[in-house]
């Protein structure tokens, strides 16, 4: 067994009980106004941040992209404003978000195929995305399942782009970093009026940072799957990173 797969265990048996029966009540919780509370929450610099990883996105027209965890479509949206005739799939595990992406998609006048499914096994053939994008969600999820499941559904010399908050190599900046997320996240749960069961999950969202990966480990994480062409970007001290790969 890998350490990988070791710390993976760690993570599910840490996190499984509140993957399986209270995220899906957070998000379905904050759908409407999820995008206004994380600008919210890193104090107005997603969207600098998002733009960047938007910006790092090679697509050409006609080609078929998914986007993991597409929540709210704000990445779909965005890759069809720079690219409009592009084939975008989302496959999110909440509903609740998706509808609000399909709303926000339409008033764009963009189609954006939607797909209520478990990310970890992806509904869809081998060999069938040229693209595929997934931002600020794997910490939730079982990361060499889903990972393995982009690299099965992305074409040869496909292109996966992954943006995400991570657990920072640098220990003082670590420290820093856990408590302005605890102090963050009262305050956007009291900003947004968040419900009793998001409000219970507030030492799980710091938690699954903790337990999470540094940009150089996702490098190699990325790399030992069997993705070619790694290359891991760090922002913000290393709380967020963004990476690309290709399939062999």
């Known amino acids: 067994m890998t350490s990988f797969e070791q710390k993976e265990q760690v993570r599910q048996r840490a996190f499984e009980a509140i993957w399986d029966d209270k995220i899906n009540d957070v998000f379905a919780d904050v759908a409407p106004v ?3 509370a994380n600008d919210f929450a890193s104090l107005g610099t997603l969207k600098g941040l998002r733009r960047r990883f938007i910006d790092t996105i090679d697509v050409k027209p006609g080609q078929r992209v998914l ?3 597409g929540g709210t479509n704000v990445i779909g949206i965005e890759l069809l404003n ?4 592009l084939e975008v799939h989302a496959a999110d595990r909440s509903a609740a978000m998706q509808k609000v992406g399909g709303e926000r998609a339409a008033k764009r006048g963009f189609k954006i195929e939607s797909h209520i499914c478990d990310v970890h096994t992806l509904p869809f053939p081998d060999n069938h995305f ?8 794997t910490r939730h999820l079982r990361v060499i399942d889903v990972f393995s499941e982009i690299n099965r559904v992305l074409k040869p010399g496909g292109r ?4 995400d908050m991570l657990r920072p190599a640098n220990p003082i900046i670590e420290k820093s970093y856990y408590l302005y997320l605890k102090a963050c996240l009262k305050m956007t749960s009291w900003a947004i009026g968040s419900s009793p069961v998001a409000v219970s999950c507030h030492n799980y969202f710091v938690d699954a940072i903790r337990l999470y990966y540094s940009t150089e480990e996702m490098s190699q994480l990325l790399r030992e799957l069997g993705y070619t062409d ?3 970007t760090s922002l913000l001290g290393g709380t967020v990173a963004m990476h690309q790969a290709s399939k062999a």
């Open 34 to 36: 999820y995008d206004r």
């Open 67 to 69: 986007d993991v965890c």
């Open 82 to 85: 720079k690219e409009p005739q």
């Open 130 to 137: 040229d693209v595929v994008t997934l931002q600020y969600a």
């Open 160 to 163: 996966f782009y992954h943006f």
């Open 230 to 232: 790694v290359k891991g």
